[in-house]
């Protein structure tokens, strides 16, 4: 039996014949992507015709249109062409057997694989505190997490990559060289996850170990029955948040964009009283990923970082605290993009024109002898790490590249330290520590505009580097001379946690 593909494309673009090959070709604009003549069919071609398009690449029979276009399943794509067995038989809905013997993979994994993992992690755990893990353990520090977290973590370290027979895990599995994650759930283990310290960036990073399920990470602190609940993608972020505002909420992760998307863990969030989706802030992953669980969850709503995601925040000094308990109080969450008006909390707690006043320096009792500013660098290897700044200190402890980071804490002492949302997706928070440490960690070009954002939409006077003198001084109808300020002095470095 053949079917009408020409009569069914027809219904969707207009085609023109142009060749007789295969029997008649007709070309026109895609359905998909439109054009001019991109998209040919082949009506005659085989029993169910052939479509192609040399612009989106979609291409097929007669099933695979009505499947693209006409959104059916194959088993209704099959009926619409009257296919059928050639035993003569009905057309029926036929479930693999391989489906039918193995568990759904998003129930517990075997008892075997479980064994074999508990003892893994726990060979990876002394491994890590000992000195072949003194680079891992760094890392781990290194991405803002204190020694207390990794250790209730149960964190490992595999040192070497290998393939563990099939005897001991119930199937031949490669064990890749890197830190090792344990999801511990429901008195089990449920998964292996292993980031590769080596890798600063790509999908290799984090790799996990055949054999386990889908579940939520850290899913037994939905047992504390806190206020909130808070949905992140990452390990990492879901430590980072456990660590900085574990008595304020619950915090759980999925593992990746698409992870626990299954029953049994999306009922665990539904009978939770609010659910905050704190995934990363991007707009082709992060977003997208978040809009599937607010359609999904009532009572969800999107907690957008501030910076990419919630360890990224930990790592350049930002107060998730302060970011929690917004979210908790139901005041307008800080991740909106910054005004195009003048702020107006700004503009209120200064006057039109600032009064004349100096500050006292605070003393620092040691010379520095090296620029506070650390650079993120990887090297050779692989490895992310944070190299302090080469540059000569100047008379303040800056070095002349980094000069415009002293101007910054210039104008956060005269503000105060508050909260400033400086772009969409970067912002510093409250108190002095804060502004140390982005001042630390800032590019030029951030710094630069940063500067220029505080000076816009807050009257704190002009703040104008003299390169000659190496010095701070402000423009407020004094002379340079008598002009001091209150950072003219360095505060103390930022120490990383």
């Not at 919630?310 to 308990?325: H, T």
């Amino acid at each position: 039996m053949s079917y009408d593909l020409l009569a069914e494309v027809e219904q969707d673009t207009r085609l023109k014949r142009t060749s007789s090959s295969r029997g008649g070709q007709y070309n026109g604009p895609c359905p998909w992507c439109g054009g001019v003549d991109r998209f040919r069919v082949q009506p005659h071609y085989g029993l169910y015709g052939f479509f192609a398009c040399n612009q989106c690449g979609r291409s097929g029979t007669a099933i695979d249109y009505l499947m693209l276009q006409r959104g059916m399943s194959k088993y209704e794509a099959l009926a619409k062409i009257g296919w059928t067995p050639r035993d003569g038989s009905s057309l029926q809905l036929v479930i693999p057997r391989h489906a039918q013997a193995n568990q759904p993979h998003w129930e517990e994994p075997p008892e075997q694989w479980q064994h074999a993992a508990t003892a893994f992690y726990e060979a990876c755990q002394q491994v890590l505190w000992s000195e072949r893990g003194k680079g891992a353990l760094n890392y781990l520090r290194g991405r803002g997490l204190s020694d207390e977290t990794i250790r209730k973590a149960a964190f490992g370290y595999h040192p070497g990559a290998w393939r563990a027979p099939a005897k001991q895990w119930g199937r031949t599995t490669w064990l890749a060289q890197g830190i090792v994650i344990p999801w511990l759930l429901e008195g089990g283990i449920w998964r292996l996850t292993i980031r590769d310290e080596r890798i600063a960036a790509g999908n290799r990073r984090y790799l996990q170990v055949p054999g386990g399920s889908n579940g939520l990470y850290l899913a037994q602190s939905l047992l504390l029955r806190r206020p909130a609940v808070v949905l992140v993608e990452g390990e990492f972020d879901a430590l980072s948040i456990a660590q900085e505002c574990g008595d304020l909420v619950a915090v759980i992760a999925t593992g990746t964009t698409h992870g626990s998307h299954t029953p049994r863990w999306i009922s665990r969030l539904a009978r939770q009283e609010r659910v905050l989706v704190a995934f990363d802030a991007e707009e082709d992953k992060g977003d997208a990923a978040a809009q599937w669980w607010l359609d999904h969850i009532a009572h969800a709503e999107r907690l957008r970082p501030l910076w990419k995601d919630a360890n990224q925040m930990l790592q350049d000094g930002a107060d998730l605290r302060e970011w929690i308990a917004a979210a908790l109080a139901h005041a307008p969450l800080p991740t909106d993009a910054p005004p195009r008006e003048p702020c107006k909390e700004l503009i209120q707690a200064q006057p039109e024109q600032p009064p004349r006043r100096v500050f006292a320096p605070i003393p620092f009792p040691v010379q520095r002898t090296q620029c506070p500013f650390e650079r993120i660098v990887v090297d050779r290897k692989g490895y992310v790490k944070t190299a302090p700044c080469q540059g000569r200190p100047l008379a303040h402890g800056w070095c002349a590249e980094h000069q415009e980071a002293q101007v910054l804490l210039d104008l956060g002492a005269r503000l105060g330290y508050p909260r400033l949302q400086l772009t969409e997706y970067r912002a510093v928070g409250a108190g002095r520590a804060n502004w140390q440490a982005y001042a630390c960690r800032a590019p030029v070009r951030w710094l630069h505009h940063d500067c220029s954002f505080i000076r816009r939409h807050s009257p704190v006077g002009d703040v104008e580097l003299d390169t000659t003198r190496h010095s701070v001084e402000t423009l407020m109808g004094q002379a340079p001379s008598r002009a001091t300020g209150k950072c003219n002095t360095f505060l103390p470095a930022f120490q990383r946690r």
